[in-house]
T-cell receptor, first 110, second 118 residues
Framework: LAKTTQPISMDSYEGQEVNITCSHN???????ITWYQQFPSQGPRFIIQ???TKVTNEVASLFIPADRKSSTLSLPRVSLSDTAVYYC???????????FGSGTRLQVQP | ETGVTQTPRHLVMGMTNKKSLKCEQH?????MYWYKQSAKKPLELMFV???????ENNSVPSRFSPECPNSSHLFLHLHTLQPEDSALYLC?????????????????FGPGTRLTVL
């Protein structure tokens, strides 16, 4: 299973764009990249998923280079409510990641 | 509200007690999962059920016993737990696609049960 590496923490201010990068050097051909958000004492919540190039939804964008060995979650204009832990997962259909990893703790300041 | 409910939300138990955690999903999914999130460890997958059949047990001690009577309900039976088992226990569900998958399934998580073992 592909191992992921993310920064432990990041700080930002309201209104700024935040980019969180995840490394997954041994990603397999069938693997997809999924990002989740988790607030304290709650379950993780799906944000976005992609396989290659760029994916955008109403919440975020996901950039995946051609070699797929990394991915970047982009949050366009963060607010205080975006303060959370963000997890990058690499999974394929029927092959669940055994751990979410340590994630990236994002702190948004006023 | 994710469509996945868990009860109880908080549980305190002694090491000799027997208790059960309950999870119910209202999304029509065919797969359910138990995860454990300790204070100092990443979120860890414990059990996976596909179509009510257990397909994965991530080296979980036998004092944790899962049960999946149907595709909407999942239980985690607890007995003779240790204080280090205190954690947030999360249930999730997903829809596994048949045939050629165009993406991997997204998991929907419940709010969790905060368990404290004294």
């Amino acid at each position: 299973l592909a191992k992921t590496t993310q920064p432990i923490s990041m700080d930002s201010y309201e209104g700024q764009e935040v980019n969180i990068t995840c490394s997954h050097n041994n990603i397999a051909t069938n693997d997809y990249i999924t990002w989740y958000q988790q607030f304290p004492s709650q379950g993780p919540r799906f944000i976005i998923q992609g396989y290659k190039t760029k994916v955008t939804n109403e919440v975020a964008s996901l950039f995946i280079p051609a070699d797929r060995k990394s991915s970047t979650l982009s949050l366009p204009r963060v607010s205080l409510s975006d303060t959370a832990v963000y997890y990058c997962l690499v999974e394929s259909a029927g092959r669940r990641a055994l751990t979410f990893g340590s994630g990236t703790r994002l702190q948004v300041q006023p | 509200e994710t469509g996945v409910t868990q009860t109880p939300r908080h549980l305190v138990m002694g090491m000799t007690n027997k208790k059960s955690l309950k999870c119910e999903q209202h999304l029509g999914h065919n797969a359910m999962y138990w995860y454990k999130q300790s204070a100092k460890k990443p979120l860890e997958l414990m059990f996976v059920y596909n179509f009510k059949e257990q397909t994965e047990n991530n080296s979980v001690p036998s004092r944790f016993s899962p049960e999946c009577p149907n595709s909407s309900h999942l239980f985690l039976h607890l007995h003779t737990l240790q204080p280090e088992d205190s954690a947030l226990y999360l249930c999730a569900s997903s829809q596994l696609a048949g045939g050629r998958a165009t993406s991997t399934d997204t998991q929907y998580f419940g709010p969790g049960t905060r368990l404290t073992v004294l």
